[in-house]
């Protein structure tokens, strides 16, 4: 059985604020509090809801509880929430970070707009099923294998139910107000319910948690057709976190997404194809975890801002050519490369920041070469090989204002000892 034990991380903090006619009054929390709170958190305790009100927050307790209608209990170690039912007037409630099995006793807050559940041990969601005022749902990192009741939260806007074990998505079809959705794939494979969610604009298809061996075998031998995606015209952001075969990427699916502006995906398939980006000449922001055919279908992405590569398993980029096309980058970001020549960075004019941390660098001659870099403001070189500083005297571009990040590099003594101290005599802020 899953088992997240946050305990009481922190000192608490509660916030509750009291809606006295338009008014909210913020509560703070007396010595007393802290001192019990610090005590509770040494011991690792859990507590339950009537626990924390009594012995830990009186002034919860000596609030009238119909006054109330915002309550923020993040990480205050609760395993039960028996009697927070009496809160009826609640709009906004923050559970998350506890250790929370039973939701029953939210089944009377029917007021609730705003509920955030994340990081608990929740394994059943029905007794939200009464709470149709709901416009807002986190029930990401929990245990959560069937979903069905939500079906009935027809008002919902955003729904997060990330890090969770693998879904049936057919409760997505009523759930036609939908704006924001962030789910694990599910076990059958079939996202068709997808296409019922007209109004989403932000959707994050995610690897699901808690995967036996047998059944990870079975997502790596089959593909997740995600061409019903297609048919959200509204859809702006969309985030393939999967780590498993995908099918249904082609340019046709990509003409159909024409307000789509940000794309993020982790794969781990070496035959993945990106010839798809030809067309999606909207894209502002691209994300690329894993390797891939080629990156080469990237060089048509004239509009874009921001390119990362973080996370290339193998270290697979080694020639970076195809991003000399993209005169509208303003921040690049390439990790865990293998790279020799940079001098396919050289036309890009626009770029305000460049992180090359852990590519393997060690010669660095070629950033001199790269004059085209004007606008520079941020520069990541860390965690690589580096001993020698010198070529970075010499560049043009880095100057009063700019950020420059060392750490992790085996620096020789000429470099630690004179060459920093000469950037930053130039203003530039210098870390390593």
Known sequence: MYKINYGLRSVFSVFVLLALSAATISCGMSERVQRTSRYLKKQGKLITFREYISNVNKSLSDTNPLEITILNLEGRGLKDIEGIQKFTNLKELNLSKNEIRNLNPLKALVNLEWVNLSHNRIISVKPLSELGNLEYLSLGFNNISDAGSIANLTQ????????????????????????????PAPEDLDISAIR???????L???????????????????????????????????ELFYDFPISGLDQTYINNLEKLTVLRESFNDKNFDL????????????????PVKSYKPISYLKN???????????GLIENIDFLYPLTSLKELYISRAKLDDISGLNGLVNL???????????????????KGLRKLKVLNISNNQITDIAPLLET?????????????????????NLYIKQLEAKGVDVRF
């Open 196 to 202: 019922y969610l007209t109004n989403l604009e932000i």
């Open 275 to 290: 010839a798809f980006l030809k067309s999606a000449e909207n894209l502002k922001e691209l994300f690329l975890a894993g």
């Open 304 to 314: 874009l801002n921001k390119l990362n590569f973080y996370g290339d398993r193998d």
């Open 352 to 370: 305000e920041i460049l992180d090359l941390s852990r590519c393997n660098l060690s010669n660095i001659d070629g950033l001199i070469e790269l």
């Open 156 to 183: 919902l806007k955003k729904l997060y139910l990330s890090n969770n074990q693998p879904l049936n998505y057919s409760f997505l079809e009523k759930l036609s107000d939908l704006q924001e959705l962030y789910l």
């Open 396 to 416: 043009e571009w880095l100057d009063e204002g700019c950020e420059l990040n060392l750490a992790g590099n085996p620096l020789n003594d000429k470099s630690k």
């Open 204 to 238: 994050g298809l995610e690897k699901p948690m808690y995967l036996s061996t047998t059944k990870k075998e079975e997502y790596l031998n089959s593909f997740l057709d995600i061409s019903p995606v297609s048919d959200l015209q509204n859809l702006r952001v969309l």
